[in-house]
């Protein structure tokens, strides 16, 4: 019985402090080091906070370098396809082209009538100053199972801020939760630790809230309240962050809201710096 | 006999390499896009199985290192990828201390207890010290699919070693 007890013991000092050959540091030392380092950064001591936001700006460079190859043999295969398919292409964006031409001035028409309607109504132009939107290109997109996020090369520097809103295409894809000198960290609408106030088209309130899938969940609705397919999503604006108005998805008929824009298929991005002016959280 | 050194030496480090890769790289091993629950921990089946067969191709300070990374990759708080890594560290080298001959079922069950220790004081300090919310769902599935999957990576990782390190092992 004895000897049962020191063979563990033995082994279990061995596993904690050998050291030796490959091995310059004992897992017992190491096992401190980390818990050193997560408890400094988790109470955000006030050095750690610059030394993690240059860390984390060097990783996501090389992060950026290193996925090149994984990037590019799927983008190869496109390419190809596309070379083959470029005189079938030519002809259709021709055909586009003639069409959109006609539309342009339809819109031009019905953005006057729009910008005029909201002078009249005093509300705030959601376009009203461009070079407050700023373009970001997707630097990382990994797919964790826990967390949905991606870091854009925007940061700091080009006067990005904690909570301001990403879009695509004018569609809301998530907000910044982490931000560096040179790179920001964005959490996507499908993140289970995402909500955002939302109104349906009926103009009901509700909360948008990830699932971790691809589609998020409406919660907080009206009682009673039945969800019928095909309903528009919009941002409310409530929270002051979100841009009222601004398109998020469509209802199905499980009740989800499936995303105008797909999370897994981003490469570039807008920030728009008008929402916040100081990172007050 | 010198290029030989050198291939031998890359052929060494590769199970290292690849575990910098899988860390600092987009590159996942989770096919939620295709296979929405199908999600794997691959970075802890090739530690386990390396501690376990060839501790001295697997540096304690490489993983705490490569742990570091993928906190910094992920956006999980620094060191915790880390300290999980060396749970799986501890078991490999507990088991392999106590053990003479090990198979493909002793493996297996074996990383189930590193894996439920290493996830467990993951999650915990995750779930206690960090805002970060979670599925215990897709923890279940993200457990089970690298429970299911360890026997074809120890057979693809036992090849590897047999033909280009070569068996030196206990």
Known sequence: MSVSRDDFSIAFRSALLKRGGAQKFSVLSLIFLALIIFFLDVYGVKFTKPVRAFINDVVYRVTFLASTPTRFVPQLGKDFTSYINVRKENENLKIELEKYKLLELNVEFLADENKNLQKILETE???????????????????????????????????????????????????????????????????????????????????????GSNKPILEYLPE?????????????????????????????????????????????????????????? | ?????????????????????????????????????????????????????????????????????????????LGISSLSYLIIIFVGTYVRNKSVNTTIASDWFTFLMAMIFSNLLFFSLLNNFSDISFSYQKIGYNMFFTLFMFPIFWLLFNVYQLTFIGNRDA
């Open chain 1, 125 to 211: 132009y959601f376009n009203k100053n461009l070079s407050n939107i700023l373009l970001a290109k997707v630097l990382v997109d990994k797919n964790s199972p826990f967390l949905k996020s991606i870091i854009i090369n925007k940061g700091t520097r080009a006067g990005v801020l904690k909570g301001m809103p990403i879009t695509k295409d004018n569609y809301l894809v998530g907000r910044v939760v982490e931000t560096n000198y040179l790179s920001s960290r964005i959490l996507l609408l499908n993140d289970l630790n995402s909500r955002i106030p939302v109104t349906l088209d009926q103009g009901a309130q509700a909360i948008l809230s990830g699932s």
């Open chain 2, 1 to 77: 006999m010198a290029k030989n050194s050198i291939l031998n030496k890359i052929y060494n480090s590769g199970p290292l390499i690849l575990l910098y890769y899988l860390c600092i790289s987009e590159m996942d091993t989770n096919l939620e896009k295709t296979f929405e629950i199908f999600t794997l921990n691959f970075q802890i089946i090739l530690i386990y199985f390396w501690v376990l067969k060839r501790p001295d191709l697997m540096a304690n300070g490489h993983i705490f290192i490569a742990g570091l990374i993928n906190d910094v990759v992920m956006g999980f708080p």
């Open chain 1, 224 to 281: 009673d309240y039945e969800i019928l397919e095909n309903i528009n999503v919009f941002a409310s604006g409530k929270d002051g962050i979100f841009a009222s108005g601004t398109p998020v998805g469509k209802t199905n008929d499980k009740g989800e809201v499936e995303l105008f824009v797909d999370p897994n298929q981003l490469s570039f991005v807008t920030v728009n710096l008008n929402t916040i002016k100081k990172e007050d959280f």
